[in-house]
Every structure is written in C-alpha cells, then in structure tokens.
C-alpha cells in the first residue's frame, strides 16, 4: 500500500468558502442544529489541514476494488457503529485491526477468495438519527448524533451540539491514522487496512475537500458512504459524491425503488468505472425480494457497480429488556438470501458490512436470548456482533 503521505500526482489545490457554498445551498437532511455558527466556523478553520489520506492510497483502493470485480475477490467491512473518541484511541484501534485482520483472514481461509479489509474506523463519529429528540425519563433531550456533535450522557447540556467535540473527533482521526500506519509499515504493506466511514457532517468533510485533476479528493477517509437517510438526488451529500475521486458506496434499503438506485448509479459512476461505486444493501431480512428488481435496473444503467450486504441495520428491534438488539439469526437470513439474489442476477456478490466488535460484549441476541446485561451492552448507539457471534455470521457466507 502507498504510503498515506505519499503524493505521486499533482498537488491538489484546496476548497474555497465559495466551492463549499454551493454544496451548502443544498438540501442537506441529518445535519445539526448548532446553536452558534461563528463558532462552528471558527472551530472548522482552525483545524490542522494535512490530509488524513492521500490521493495516491484512495487511488489505490479504487484499484484494488476493480480487481475485485474482475477477480471475484471479497470486501469485509467491519467495525463500531460508532466509534468512541473518550477512551484510550490508539489502544482501540490496535484491537480493532488485530479484529478485522483476524477476521479477514478467516474469511480467506473458507473462500479461497482475496479479501479487501475496510474498518469502520478512523471516522465514523456521526450518525444520522429517525428522530431530531428523544424522550429521556420525561425530558425530551435532542438526539445523539455522533461523538463530533454531541455526548451520549442524557442531559440537555450534554446533548446540546458544541464545536469543540469536532476538534476532539479529528485529533481522535489522526491518532487512529498514526496507528494503521504503524501497522502498515510493521507488515511492509502487504495486506493493507482501509478506512470508511459515513459522509454524513458535511461542514467537517467539506473542510478536507481537495480539488484534484481527476476529481475531487476526499482527505478525511479512503472509502466515504452515503446512507440511507442522505441519498436524496437532489440533495448535498450526492451532488459532493458524484464529484469524488474516492471510491464510494451508497446504502439502499426496502423504500429505494429500482429507479432511483439506476439514477444514483448514473450520477455517482457516470463513465460506468470498475471499483468506483458499491451499493450497501441493507433491506431487512423480510424484504430482500425487493433487490432483485433493483439489481436489474441499476445493471441497465450501469455496468460495474459492486454489490454488498449490510444485513444488520434492516434487521434492528426492540427487545423485551428495553434494549435494542438484532437477532443474529434474522442476519444470517438476510445475509443468505442477498448472496443468492445477487447470484441468481448473474451478479458477483461483493462481501458484507457488518457492526462488530472485539469486545466481550453481549447486545444482539442469539438463540433466543435477548441482552439484558449492562455491563456487557457497551455501545454507543446500534447493537454490535461480538466475536463468537462474527464467525457464526461470516460462516454463512457461502458464495
């Protein structure tokens, strides 16, 4: 892998007030209500501007993606739902790709494919919310959005959005980077660590936006999403997509009709590109039917599109304990079923996206048995797969 300082093209010359002013005269769903924005500016410009990834590494992955498409390999696409910057960083991110290697492996082993490693990691600090308030023993509190927004702890104070916790996010960012680089050059980059993380605070990713002769340079991780909440058409975080020189992924679930997904793939790949878009499918184990005329559509548009499972989000309940949880069992189904509909379309199924973790944790439930424990449910906001729970899953895949 190149090594993420490396630049073997062009410098890239930065964003000015009026290219991001055109990103933000769109509509733009899931952002915070920040109740001071001179601050929010202030903070934003005061941010050390180095790249958190280069061109040359993006460039790279994009490649290894066209491989994949070519060559049948596989994508595996792990970690928190959202990461924790209050805690010890570098420590966590030596756990999480120890985790995502370990399972990278395993997965090779059983398939005999080439495996691409990607970690929710490095990143992935907001996320969007079906509601702008919560309820929290009577009070109505606004929502948690992330660790770069607001505090998970209940209290209007906490929940308030403040500027600072950006800056506590990207130097969270810079020590996850430092430590996969650490292990990049400890294994020579033969089996490198790819980041992604969902592109969803645009007045942060708007900030590490680089002009490039190629297309625009997404600084802040090699594999940006848009999720299902932000994939309007006519929205920001599309039209700042659609401009990118990083390979991209956009979720889709039961409510994406077969046209609209054909005209995302138009917008985001439109000189039909291997290893440029993914769609992450993630439709609910009761409704995985729905890809198939999807996948049809999207196909009479565009030729190289990759296609994975996120099998967990479309599969999210309410246990009777009060948790929420996602019944591994309702994974596996789902997971079963996309293999066989995207085979059946003649299509190569492309790998899975999946919410786990290292820890000795208990939040999905399996077997029946639903997490009632608080000491071993630790997440910040979505139910993780725990390791044993991990290989039960990955053992499924079967393609």
């Known amino acids: 892998m190149t090594d993420m300082t490396a630049q073997t093209m062009p410098e890239p010359t930065p964003f000015t007030e009026t290219d991001r002013d055109r990103f933000r005269e769109l509509p733009a769903h899931q952002q915070s209500d920040w109740p001071d924005r001179g601050a929010l500016d202030a903070v934003l410009h005061a941010l050390p501007q180095q790249d958190l990834v280069s061109r040359a590494s993006v460039d790279e992955l994009k490649r290894e993606l066209a491989n994949l498409e070519s060559g049948g390999g596989l994508v595996l696409q792990l970690g928190d739902c959202v990461e924790d910057i209050d805690t010890d960083v570098r420590s966590a991110t030596c756990d999480k790709i120890t985790f995502l290697t370990h399972f990278r492996s395993h997965l090779r082993a059983r398939t005999g494919r080439h495996v691409i490693g990607v970690g929710r990691l490095a990143g992935q600090y907001a996320k969007p919310r079906s509601q702008d308030h919560e309820m929290v023993d009577g009070t109505s509190l606004p929502s948690f959005r992330g660790p770069i927004v607001n505090s998970p702890r209940p209290t209007l104070q906490a929940r308030t959005p403040s500027p600072s916790r950006i800056v506590h996010a990207h130097a969270a960012a810079q020590t996850s980077y430092a430590t996969i680089a650490d292990y990049h050059r400890s294994t020579a980059n033969l089996d490198p660590i ?37 994939r309007q058409l006519d929205g920001a975080h599309i039209a700042v997509a659609a401009t990118l020189s990083n390979p991209v992924s956009v979720k889709i679930g039961p409510d994406t009709s077969p046209e609209e997904a054909a005209e995302l793939a138009a917008r ?37 599109v990759c296609w994975i499972s996120d099998p967990m989000h479309g599969n999210t309940v309410q246990a009777a304990t009060g948790f929420k949880t996602r019944h591994v069992e309702d994974i596996i189904s789902e997971l079963e079923q996309f293999q066989t509909i995207v085979g059946e379309a003649g299509r190569h199924p492309a790998g899975l996206h999946l919410e786990a973790t290292p820890e000795d944790v208990y939040e999905c439930a399996e077997n029946a048995r639903e997490p009632g ?26 393609v």
């Open 194 to 230: 790819w980041t992604s993380h969902e592109m969803l605070l645009l007045d942060y990713e708007l900030q590490f936006l680089r002009h490039g002769p190629y297309g625009n340079h997404l600084a802040t991780t090699h594999w940006p999403w848009v999720g299902l909440r932000t």
């Open 268 to 304: 985001l790949n439109p000189h039909d590109e291997p290893g440029k878009l993914t769609f992450i499918a993630r439709m609910g184990r009761q409704n995985v039917a729905r890809l198939s005329p999807i996948l049809r559509s999207v196909h009479r548009r565009v030729e190289h």
């Open 373 to 398: 424990d608080p000491a071993r449910y630790r997440t910040l906001l979505d139910p993780r797969l725990n390791p044993e729970q991990t290989a039960r899953v990955l053992g499924h895949w079967f």
